[in-house]
């Protein structure tokens, strides 16, 4: 029963900005640890970054200052907020309840030279 549904992506120009959502639905907890993972053709996923309950935020350092994350507890929602996008950074994104099977459907990113 617990789903998540991402959504915000779409096409963008290099050095645009896009922000994507998670929303999650059937947790028991309200503020849940989301992971934001990323696959491009032909490569592996990739974690992009994680908030914790706290609302504390990790990103590998490679995503490090063009990426932010933030939640609307009212709204069961996550967001990833992309800034700076390169060609690089076209994959699928996903969302992921942490320490569970549960995955997002995906959305997918294109970020043209």
């Known amino acids: 029963q617990v789903q998540l549904v991402e959504s915000g992506g779409g096409t963008v120009q290099a050095g645009g900005s896009l922000r994507l959502s998670c929303q999650i639905s059937?947790?028991?907890?309200?503020?849940?640890?989301i992971g934001w993972y990323r696959q491009a053709p032909g490569k592996e996923r990739e974690l992009v970054g994680s908030i914790f309950s706290g609302e504390n935020t990790y990103f590998p350092p490679s995503m490090q200052g063009r990426f932010t994350m933030s939640r609307d507890s009212a709204r069961d929602t996550v967001y990833l907020q992309m800034n700076n996008l390169t060609p690089d950074d076209t994959a699928i994104y996903y969302c992921h309840l942490a320490s569970t099977i549960y995955w997002g459907q995906g959305t997918q990113v294109t970020v043209s030279s």
């Open positions: 059937g947790s028991t907890f309200a503020d849940p640890t």
